[in-house]
């Protein structure tokens, strides 16, 4: 006799996302819960989200690690999937799930390629695939990073590999690409800030070798003018980063002593 399929939880954070909301529950849907956590929305995020699930959380905005790892905590079943809401699970990777919920496997955790869409177009280039990241594991086996920005998993465990892809339609705008820079650019500053001295010359070696690190040694060219674009954002959002980093040191602090 077959042993019995486990169960799983999509865990998805959310923010002013009424226009990519329902796209990603509708790729989840067949998942036995869903638990969407809202912070705050001002749309129709929270709406959109009690069509496919009960458990919609409200919760102020204390930052991407804490929401996610308060999202994963209301968790009830054998197995948790995290997801953003500007992401989609693609039907391969829906049919490998399924199977590793029909598995005995020892396997911990998973790490699952990520598809990563620029202005529409799917980028191969500059480290933006396969990307894998670290989104699927068994109830009380993964925590969060506490970061302020690019936070992850880590699974206390075994950890295995899936081939079917997230996909993830990040920038689908310039004007949205040029905001998340400057979010996260700040995030960024602010817990690097104290870590290391940033002198002019930072302010351009850092820059420059972000850009030919993504354009030249990730092959960023083979896309293109959309891995042109991809490198250059890299490049500026390391530049603000560093500037900010600067100025955390050197204006703020002087601001600081001053009172």
Not at 24 to 46: F, G, M, P, Q, Y
Not at 121 to 143: D, E, H, M, T, V
Not at 164 to 170: A, E, N, R, S
Request: glycine share 6%; with cysteine; hydrophobic share 35%.
């Amino acid at each position: 006799m077959s042993a019995k399929r486990k169960t799983l939880s999509v865990a998805i954070i959310a923010g002013n996302e009424e226009k990519r909301i329902g796209d990603c529950l509708e790729s989840v849907k067949w998942a036995d819960e869903i638990i969407v956590v809202d912070s705050e929305s001002t749309d129709r995020t929270v709406e959109i989200a009690k069509k496919y699930t009960d458990k919609v959380f409200i919760r102020k905005w204390e930052g991407y690690a804490p929401q996610k790892q308060f999202a994963i905590e209301q968790a009830s079943c054998d197995w948790i999937l995290s997801l953003d809401a500007d992401e989609r699970v693609s039907p391969e990777l829906k049919d490998e799930i399924l199977k590793v919920l029909e598995s005995e496997t020892e396997i911990d955790g998973f790490y699952i390629p990520r598809r990563n869409f620029f202005l529409g177009k799917w980028i191969k280039s500059c480290g933006w695939y396969p990307n894998y990241q670290l989104r699927l594991f068994k109830k009380g086996k993964a925590r969060v990073t506490q970061r302020k920005v690019h936070e992850g998993f880590v699974v206390d465990g075994k950890v295995g590999y899936l081939k079917g892809d997230i996909i993830h339609f990040t920038h689908m705008t310039l004007k949205e690409t040029f905001a998340k820079i400057n979010e996260y650019s700040s995030l960024s500053a602010e817990e690097k800030s104290k870590r290391k001295k940033v002198t002019g010359i930072d302010l351009i070696l850092h820059p420059l070798a972000a850009f030919l690190s993504h354009y030249v040694l990730k092959a960023g060219f083979r896309d293109g003018v959309y891995g042109l674009m991809v490198s250059l954002n890299h490049a500026m959002t390391n530049l603000q980063t560093y500037m900010k980093i600067w100025e955390i040191q050197n204006v703020r602090s002087k601001d600081e002593k001053g009172k």
